[in-house]
């Protein structure tokens, strides 16, 4: 339990707002925007802007889950291994985070040296190794500045989807992270947790958004990506159109020795390898937990939604306001109204 | 009809050969390669490399066929309008050469600067309006060199999609291109067709390849991209173990005087915005071309498939060799023997 009543929560709240990896997020917004105009002509997807991944509704009861995440080229400048390794971890992560299941990937890399292809793609078969989900096709490109994109479909019934958008005020928030990890090579920001694990480990593990889909036990969730474990639900309450108010202490992190140089201050900005947000009804919260443990991650309760669409953070004593939807935004997606 | 008795046809042959938009295609083999002792282990992929798009069997009769193209750095340099565009018509024709109905999109953009976000949108936006089929979701990044990756994903009846490495030595060779069109604004070696017709138009010639592999008559076929009519047929005859004869005169090409400077050895470096090759028994190509016309395509038989590895072509007075697999590379994927 982090002794949560000596932190600056001013402080805090401030540093996740303003973290490089929230306000990424913003063009997200006019990503959409632009589009708006067009989309709005086609049927037959669920969920699109604003969740993990869009669900393509194919009319046996089955959704395609599809998403697609692109690498910094910082990190494949850090190192190349690592960007194709992550690429498939968050890729997997957008389908787990909806309750679906993997089906394959699809990638496009450039560079001029043969070197980094080759590095990318020994990691990219390394994290194929481990979930089990395979790239099927792609696009290389033998110029241009290294880069690189990778896409995923997946599969779910179409009730069984966990979108972002549909959080209700007095749900409760679950954290949902694999602890049994260390900070990762390339940024004090990443906690990599799945290159020390088997294949058997991983994908038990992530069977259970799946299972989580299946019983309908959550009500929303998101994977948490680079805006960190506040930001991530920061995103889930803005296309969900409510707020959230949590308690720092009784956030799940990192708690053995190998691991004491992260303090709930930095913990509340890494990216973990394997993290979830979940939002569930009280009643559902028990079982919701039991199952993600069961899977092997560490998932407790730490809050609750509200109608007030702020985020707060609350330490025991005092509490700080870290978005406030009436004025901020993270990606400005919101739920149209019902 | 070009007169194609007077092509200097070794100097063709040798272009051809060594065309930049075919020599591009090397890596996707080394690709193949790194993933080769991975991929086997996971079932449920009809078709993968070396085709144009991953057929993922989801067990109902329906395949998914999912598919990423990157767009050229220096495209976007030129026209970030067209390039948006353009990564919407790629994409689609890997679908459409499967015999496939496109569903949705999903993009990775990279730039530094918003006016390139907005124009590559606005270009994606307007293939959106012509195809009818959404972009669903993404990532951007502020950052870095501009790139625009974009994956597609469709579905067909597993007994319907035409592959690429399926053709025999005796079916025939048939072109069917779009030539209402002209040379396209960024590169002497593009030919746009799409730009400047109704959605209704588009859609209902890309309606064309889906009747084709509903109706079995093709053997198999790819769309034509930037190795050009003869490249193209060539990844096919690579991929196929099978080789082909291509008489000149009878490759459909532009004749309008309005693109009366296209010749016939620049024709067949050419990427027609909507063209593809197909390979068909004798007595289904009269019904395989009468399909691709009725949908507003030009086709015609121009050659056959031969036993032989090698890809000739034929002016009416000699013949040269363009690619010789025993000895050639385009991708190097090969069927797996059977």
Request: charged content about 25%; proline content about 4%; aromatic content about 6%.
């Given at each position: 339990?982090?002794?949560?009543?000596?932190i600056?929560?001013q402080?805090?709240?401030?540093?996740?707002?303003?973290?490089?990896?929230?306000s990424?997020?913003?063009?997200?917004a006019s990503?959409?925007?632009t589009?708006?105009?067009?989309?709005d002509a086609y049927g037959?997807?669920?969920?699109?802007?604003?969740?993990?991944a869009?669900?393509i509704?194919?009319?046996?009861?089955d959704?395609?889950?599809?998403a697609a995440?692109?690498?910094?080229?910082?990190?494949i400048?850090k190192?190349?291994?690592?960007?194709g390794?992550?690429?498939?971890i968050v890729n997997?992560?957008d389908?787990?985070?909806m309750?679906?299941?993997?089906l394959?990937?699809v990638?496009?890399?450039?560079s001029?040296?043969?070197?980094t292809?080759?590095?990318?793609f020994?990691?990219?078969?390394e994290?194929?190794k481990?979930?089990?989900?395979?790239?099927?096709?792609?696009?290389?490109?033998?110029?241009?500045?290294?880069?690189?994109?990778?896409?995923?479909?997946?599969?779910?019934?179409?009730?069984h989807?966990?979108?972002s958008?549909?959080a209700?005020?007095?749900?409760?928030?679950i954290?949902?992270i694999?602890l049994?990890?260390?900070?990762?090579?390339?940024s004090?920001y990443s906690?990599?947790?799945?290159?020390?694990?088997t294949p058997?480990?991983?994908?038990?593990?992530?069977?259970?958004p799946?299972i989580?889909?299946?019983?309908?036990?959550?009500?929303a969730g998101?994977?948490?990506?680079?805006?960190?474990?506040?930001?991530?639900?920061?995103m889930?309450?803005?296309t969900s159109?409510?707020?959230a108010?949590?308690?720092?202490?009784?956030?799940?992190?990192?708690?053995?020795?190998?691991?004491?140089e992260?303090?709930i201050?930095r913990?509340?900005?890494?990216h973990p390898?394997t993290g979830?947000v979940f939002?569930?009804t009280?009643?559902?919260?028990g079982?919701?937990i039991?199952?993600l443990?069961?899977?092997?991650?560490t998932?407790?309760?730490?809050?609750?939604m509200?109608?007030?669409?702020?985020?707060?953070i609350?330490?025991?004593?005092?509490?700080a306001?870290v978005?406030?939807?009436e004025?901020?935004?993270?990606?400005?997606?919101?739920?149209?109204?019902?």
């Amino acid at each position: 339990m982090p002794n949560s009543e000596s932190i600056d929560l001013q402080k805090l709240a401030e540093s996740i707002k303003t973290f490089d990896g929230t306000s990424r997020k913003g063009p997200i917004a006019s990503v959409s925007e632009t589009f708006k105009d067009v989309a709005d002509a086609y049927g037959g997807c669920v969920a699109d802007f604003g969740d993990d991944a869009a669900a393509i509704d194919i009319g046996n009861g089955d959704v395609i889950l599809f998403a697609a995440d692109g690498i910094w080229g910082r990190l494949i400048e850090k190192s190349p291994w690592w960007a194709g390794f992550t690429s498939v971890i968050v890729n997997i992560n957008d389908i787990a985070a909806m309750g679906g299941r993997p089906l394959a990937m699809v990638d496009v890399v450039s560079s001029t040296d043969a070197d980094t292809f080759k590095e990318i793609f020994k990691g990219m078969a390394e994290g194929i190794k481990k979930f089990g989900v395979p790239v099927v096709g792609g696009h290389t490109h033998p110029e241009g500045e290294k880069s690189l994109s990778v896409a995923i479909v997946g599969i779910a019934k179409k009730d069984h989807i966990i979108r972002s958008d549909s959080a209700k005020p007095g749900d409760v928030v679950i954290y949902a992270i694999d602890l049994n990890g260390r900070t990762g090579p390339n940024s004090p920001y990443s906690f990599e947790s799945v290159s020390m694990k088997t294949p058997e480990q991983i994908r038990k593990m992530y069977e259970a958004p799946q299972i989580i889909g299946q019983k309908q036990l959550a009500t929303a969730g998101k994977d948490i990506s680079n805006p960190g474990i506040i930001g991530t639900l920061g995103m889930l309450c803005e296309t969900s159109g409510v707020g959230a108010r949590v308690r720092l202490a009784e956030i799940v992190m990192p708690k053995d020795s190998e691991n004491s140089e992260i303090t709930i201050e930095r913990w509340c900005l890494m990216h973990p390898g394997t993290g979830f947000v979940f939002t569930a009804t009280a009643e559902n919260a028990g079982e919701c937990i039991r199952v993600l443990e069961e899977g092997g991650m560490t998932a407790a309760v730490c809050g609750e939604m509200t109608a007030d669409q702020k985020v707060i953070i609350d330490n025991g004593l005092e509490t700080a306001v870290v978005f406030d939807f009436e004025k901020d935004k993270i990606t400005g997606i919101q739920k149209s109204a019902e």
